[in-house]
């Protein structure tokens, strides 16, 4: 059975399971972020994270990502076995 997600959103499990860098419609689905409304952040320099500029496409740094959800190793979000604990990576769904 997979970790429950929002509607939308990801789980903790699919947080932890993605690559090094991902694209901005993937970060904005982490964040519960509409598409227009996430590349109107970046454009403007204001998304909640660093986005890196490559040619014609944004990417954003996962390991920011999970710091700013407060998912990063140092954070708890590991148990004691140093499995993932599951559940909604959003503050809102708690």
């Known amino acids: 059975m ?5 509607a939308g959103g990801m789980s903790v499990a ?3 399971a993605l690559p090094v ?3 901005l419609d993937t970060a904005n689905r982490a964040l519960g972020i509409g598409r227009s409304t996430g590349y109107a952040l970046a ?3 204001e998304y909640p994270v660093k986005v890196l500029r490559l040619g014609n496409a ?10 700013l959800l407060g998912l990063g ?3 708890g979000a590991f ?4 499995e993932p604990v599951g559940g ?3 503050e809102l769904c708690a």
């Open 88 to 90: 909604c990576a959003h």
């Open 73 to 75: 190793r140092a954070s």
């Open 14 to 16: 699919d947080l932890l």
């Open 2 to 6: 997979a970790a429950p997600s929002c």
């Open 58 to 67: 944004y990417r954003v740094v996962t390991a920011e990502l999970l710091s």
């Open 79 to 82: 148990a004691s076995s140093g």
């Open 21 to 23: 860098a991902i694209d």
């Open 43 to 45: 454009k403007a320099g």
